[in-house]
């Protein structure tokens, strides 16, 4: 059993004992303790149970590459699945709860797939979705749907808030291990800003656990010494809880610091998302023990050889009482060693190693430990945990020589750098034979933006793996980035490690090595996707060769852990079955993040309300207090209705309509856009851009114009207004003003850089209303202050002037077909001018509408909507707009792609009106069926609809679309389909349907 | 996250201050080219792995448009400069043949 040590245990305290629950069991640990130290000192082994086949699964390791420890953790809106146990520190009130069973951790259910194991080979679920397709329907994703799946997703919003900060450092070094903090004081001494970063909530990595010695004192001491000496640099900041996530271009860092996952509830955000640019990069990310691959390595109880040490020495935690240490490597003696000093019993270590030697393996033998060299593990026998070893030669088949019982197996497979932060931007890995491992290729860094190296590796992250090596590696790391960054790096001694005679390890990827079929089936690889080595065989036997083929097809390393554990051991697998170099076959692409971080981190404060910046008109609080139901125009909100009591949005609409045609409506227009364009060339600027002359408009006149992009396509419409000799005022609609924007100064100072003209954006300078109606003219005149008669101010021209004491500009221009003046204020006048036109208005029938209202009533007299009547797809001339396209400019933009022949052809959808033959509304979306069936045996279309709304004018239903040579087919009755099935008659009609001759709005 | 300095304001921008705009140094055809030239203009891009030069508009900066060229593959930049020009300034294609060798010039 694993139980609490009464003595030791460097990072808990035991004067502050916590309490915590798992699956409703309250138990107890202390602070500084991690979930995992703690179950497992509550004799907790197992803690879940695996994706495919509901094995038992216990705690494997110590740090974030732990595949199988993860929880449900705390519940309600702080409830979060899949945290993993080991980096989890412990507070009081934990909850968490294990995942993926049922009905419970102890009996589960879905444990009958590893009975039914070899239907459920790899490759599975591609075999079963190709054939038979009923039996995957109906038989096995029902199945799979009940017993698959990892953790439960959250129901309630999220308790918890999260920020973002930005930092920026001449060096960002990546670890806080010996190697970082070593590269650090080279680096901080040197003058270089300095950001040090290390995942843990304490620094120094795995030295003062291994027991090294520093300049001839403990490591410990010497971690505690450099992180003062660096708290005391002015220039080196430090952040420990905070995981460098990802390495993006050109020294682009994300890390995820964990305020306070540690101390929920306490106020400070739960997590603060860094976005650090960094002139160099140095990672001493250390480096992750492999397991090996022998019968029965997933069983609870069998655990990776540091990491038994990591629980004995950091939280006097032991795994069990007897631990059997299987090992390749003099690394995993340090295990059996600690274990001894802590009092427990190591029946053997089992040693793949014909001969062994080395200042380790001869403590270990003076400690009079069992030393089985040149053996292997047969198989690990246990259910939810392990109670003996059958121990074989490595080099045989697994005739089971010796059975040793005990309740815990620490295995060590040799160590693999952390290389994510190196590759994740194109750094190469080069194969290391000698600790057969890919380690950073010094010649092939990734590059920043200068062409130099953007990363710099040092420590056992770079393969330097014994502590004096490591801190040397780090020194000449350092030394090089701060050169690289034009500084020079000081003299200081540097700290020397006292060195330990180690034996060469040997690789070993099965064990043992002639092992059987059947024992193959029993090697895991991938401990949370239940990969194992006859998998990936098989995979290899099935003809795939990449290692990205293989793992798709075997799952292998997809897990929420990536592949920490699998990824070295199942690539050599596939090596071997295939006959080939491990170089050779590579690795799979390692991508961002290093371990997952959660959505909220990345969401940041941007949610709810502040999801997006919000654009409001001056109007916008009227709108919200006279009940507006709004609407998102681009980043604007706009009011779609103004419902009344007792009001549908729809009944609003057609009131608003109707109220707008017989007396008066007001619309808030301020979101139009509003382009200035000034200057000696500017007429022949306008003329470039829009379709029709905009040179020749006289000052104090409007005219409609359209702006096509090069291929000819309709861009954005709008009415003009010449201001002066020199300027014109360009509308555009809505969405469209900073894009119309961009493109003016695109060609202004790209194409034409020599024209001398000015553009300004000036949307937001002005409010602007609409006064739509047969009232509308009196209303102004209410208003009093200038002449807005039909012979001062005819249709489609402006003035300037006072009313009501504002100043404002109106223009004379309609997109309603009624009497309509639009009139602009200075911003900081639009609510008050908007409201003193409500109250003067008042006893004129004046309402507020809406853009449905707006959308209705252009319909009606067959207006075009860019986004409605276009879609990128469709020029000016398909929308009968060929009066406002010049016949006469030798070039605008956009004429020389209208020239192309498809386009210049008649034989293309047209825009016409369509009027339903039973008065109906034609659904959004439709398509006009026509005869035959196409190559894939799908009806044929002649046409959409494009614009459809019930009239409350007409009291019908109206719609405008385009139409296969449609102005040609008046009168001709044609069928839209719909999404409900059947079809709906339509005939073919000028899109005008109300007032042809405009003569409402001529008055 | 790309890291290239505005030629016009001086600012080391981040790619998210900027707006891109695809290939540099084309030439427009208008009204009277043949179906070819617009055709190459409007649509035939290159795609290189090395050397290539760019559009860019410093859109939530100065908002001017300037041109860039850099490395597609290693996402070296060799230099940034202002968008009135024909061609690229001579000290960059010096700087691109000094650190690509094997490069065959712009066009």
């Given amino acids: 059993m694993s139980t609490r040590l009464s003595k030791g245990g460097r990072l808990i305290d035991r004067s502050a004992a916590l309490e915590f629950s798992f699956n409703g069991k309250r138990l107890k640990g202390y602070r500084g303790d991690t979930l995992a130290a703690a179950l497992l000192a509550n004799d907790q082994m197992l803690v879940g149970r695996s994706f495919k086949y509901h094995r038992p699964r216990g705690i494997v390791a110590a740090g974030p590459e732990e595949p199988n420890a993860l929880v449900n953790l705390g519940s309600g809106g702080r409830l979060e699945p899949n945290q993993r146990t080991t980096v989890t520190e412990l507070f009081d009130g ?6 993926n069973h049922w009905p419970s951790l102890e009996f589960d259910v879905g444990v009958v797939n590893n009975y039914v194991s070899r239907f459920l080979p790899a490759g599975f679920y591609y075999k079963t979705f190709i054939h038979p397709r009923p039996f995957w329907k109906h038989v096995f994703e029902p199945i799979i749907r009940q017993s698959a799946g990892l953790g439960s997703a959250p129901k309630d919003r999220d308790a918890d808030r999260y920020e973002q900060a930005y930092a920026f450092c001449d060096l960002l070094v990546v670890g806080g291990g010996i190697a970082g903090l070593q590269a650090a004081l080279v680096a901080g001494r040197a003058g270089a800003r300095v950001l040090l970063l290390e995942q843990a909530a304490h620094w120094g990595g795995r030295a003062p656990v291994d027991g090294d010695v520093i300049d001839g004192k403990p490591a410990g001491d010497w971690v505690d010494a450099a992180v003062a000496a660096l708290e005391g640099m002015e220039n080196v900041t430090l952040r420990a809880r905070c995981m460098a996530a990802g ?3 050109h020294g682009y860092v994300l890390a995820d610091e964990k305020v306070a996952d540690h101390t929920p509830g306490d106020g400070r955000p739960k997590h603060r998302l860094w976005r650090i640019r960094a002139g160099k990069i140095l990672t001493a990310t250390g480096a992750i023990e492999r397991p090996l691959s022998f019968a029965g390595n997933d069983i609870p109880g069998v655990m990776l050889a540091a990491s038994v040490r990591d629980y004995v020495v950091n939280w006097a935690v032991s795994p069990g009482d007897r631990t059997v240490v299987v090992t390749n490597n003099d690394d995993g003696y340090r295990t059996a060693i600690a274990l001894r000093e802590a009092g427990l019993a190591v029946p053997a270590i089992v040693d793949a190693r014909a001969n062994p030697a080395g200042d380790l393996v001869a403590k270990a033998r003076s400690l009079g430990l069992r030393i089985e060299a040149g053996r292997g593990i047969a198989k690990v026998k246990g259910g939810k945990r392990v109670t003996s070893v059958a121990i074989c030669l490595q080099a045989g088949e697994g005739a089971v020589i010796d059975e040793i019982a005990c309740d815990a197996v620490a295995m060590s497979g040799g160590w693999s750098p952390v290389v994510h932060l190196w590759s994740h931007c194109g750094g190469k890995l080069t194969w290391d034979t000698a600790n057969a491992c890919f380690r950073p290729d010094p010649a092939r860094p990734p590059l920043n933006h200068d062409g130099g190296a953007m990363v710099h590796v040092a420590g056992a992250a770079n393969g330097a793996m014994k502590a004096a090596e490591a801190l040397l590696d780090a020194t000449a790391a350092a030394e090089a980035a701060v050169t690289a960054l034009g500084m020079k790096p000081k003299k200081a001694k540097a700290p020397v490690a006292e060195a330990v005679a180690e034996g060469p390890m040997e690789a070993v990827w099965i064990m043992p090595q002639g092992a059987s079929a059947e024992l193959k089936a029993k090697m895991w690889l991938d401990y949370q996707n239940d990969v194992k080595v006859s998998d990936v065989q098989l995979a290899a036997r099935e003809g795939y ?19 920490k554990l699998s990824n070295i051991n199942g690539l050599a697998v596939l090596a071997q079955a295939l006959n080939e170099d491990i170089p050779q076959v590579g690795t799979t692409t390692f991508r961002p993040p290093y ?16 999801f997006q910046p919000l654009r409001r008109t001056p109007m916008h609080e009227w709108h919200e207090r006279n009940g507006a139901y709004f609407e998102p125009v681009g980043l604007w909100r706009r009011p779609y209705c103004f419902p009344r009591a007792g009001e549908t949005h729809e009944q609003a609409v057609h009131r608003e309509v109707t109220n707008t045609r017989e007396r008066l409506g007001l619309l808030d227009a301020s ?3 509003k382009i200035i364009v000034k200057g000696p060339d500017a007429g022949k600027f306008l003329d470039m851009l829009y379709t029709g002359v905009m040179s020749t408009l006289p000052v104090g006149k409007c005219r409609y114009g359209l702006m096509c992009n090069e291929q000819g396509f309709l861009s954005d419409d709008g009415v003009v207004a010449r201001i002066d000799e020199e300027t014109w005022l360009c509308h555009t609609t809505s969405g469209g003003a900073d894009r119309i924007h961009g493109w003016m100064e695109d060609w202004l100072q790209c194409e034409w850089w020599d024209w001398q003209v000015y553009t300004a954006n000036v949307t937001e300078q002005y409010a602007q209303v609409a006064v739509v109606g047969p009232n509308a003219r009196k209303l102004l005149e209410k208003m009093g202050g200038m002449d807005v008669s039909k012979e001062a101010l005819p249709f489609m021209q402006w003035a300037d002037g006072r009313l009501g004491g504002f100043p404002v500009r109106v223009y004379r221009i309609s997109f309603s077909g009624e009497l309509s003046y639009e009139i602009a204020v200075p911003a900081s006048h639009g609510a008050a001018f908007w409201a003193a036109l409500h109250a003067a208005g008042a006893e004129l029938g004046a309402m507020p509408y809406g853009t449905e209202a707006l959308h209705v009533m252009r319909a009606e007299k067959g207006f075009i909507m860019i986004g409605d009547e276009t879609d990128g797809t469709v020029i000016p001339q398909d929308l009968g707009l060929d009066w406002a396209i010049s016949k006469k400019k030798e070039d605008f933009l956009g004429k020389r792609g209208q020239q192309r022949t498809f386009l210049a052809s008649a034989d293309r959808w047209k825009l016409v009106g369509f009027e339903t033959l039973d008065g109906s509304v034609i659904p959004d979306g439709s398509y006009i069926v026509a005869p035959g ?11 959409r609809v494009t614009s459809t709304y019930y009239s409350p004018t007409l009291k019908r239903g109206i719609a ?24 709906v008659k339509a005939r073919v009609v000028n899109q005008v349907f109300f007032d042809k001759d405009g003569e409402k709005q001529n008055v | 996250m790309l890291l290239i300095e505005c030629p016009c304001c001086g600012v080391k921008a981040e790619e998210t201050e900027l707006s891109p705009g695809y290939e540099a140094h084309l030439k427009r055809f208008g009204p009277g080219s043949t179906d070819e030239e617009f055709e190459a203009y409007m649509f035939a891009r290159k795609n290189p792995k090395g050397v290539h030069f760019e559009r860019w508009r410093h859109a939530y900066g100065c908002g001017k448009w300037f041109l860039a060229a850099r490395c597609t593959a290693t996402l070296e930049v060799f230099g940034t400069y202002p968008a009135q020009v024909g061609e690229p300034p001579a000290d960059i294609i010096e700087k691109i043949k000094a ?4 490069w065959k010039g712009y066009k």
């Fill in chain 1, 94 to 99: 934990l909850e968490a709860a294990s995942q």
């Fill in chain 1, 247 to 249: 390495v993006y271009d």
């Fill in chain 1, 545 to 563: 060769e990449s290692v990205e083929h293989t793992k798709r097809y075997t799952t292998l390393g997809m897990a929420t852990d990536q592949g």
């Fill in chain 1, 595 to 610: 371990t997952p971080v959660t959505l909220g981190a990345l969401a940041g404060e941007a949610r709810g309300e502040i």
């Fill in chain 1, 671 to 673: 979101t139009l856009g």
């Fill in chain 1, 933 to 943: 069936v196409n190559a894939n045996g799908q009806g044929k279309t002649q046409g």
């Fill in chain 1, 960 to 983: 405008m679309g385009l139409l296969h040579r449609g102005p040609e087919r008046m009168g001709e009755v044609v069928e839209f389909n719909t999404v409900k099935g059947g079809t």
């Fill in chain 2, 99 to 102: 650190r690509r060798p094997d």
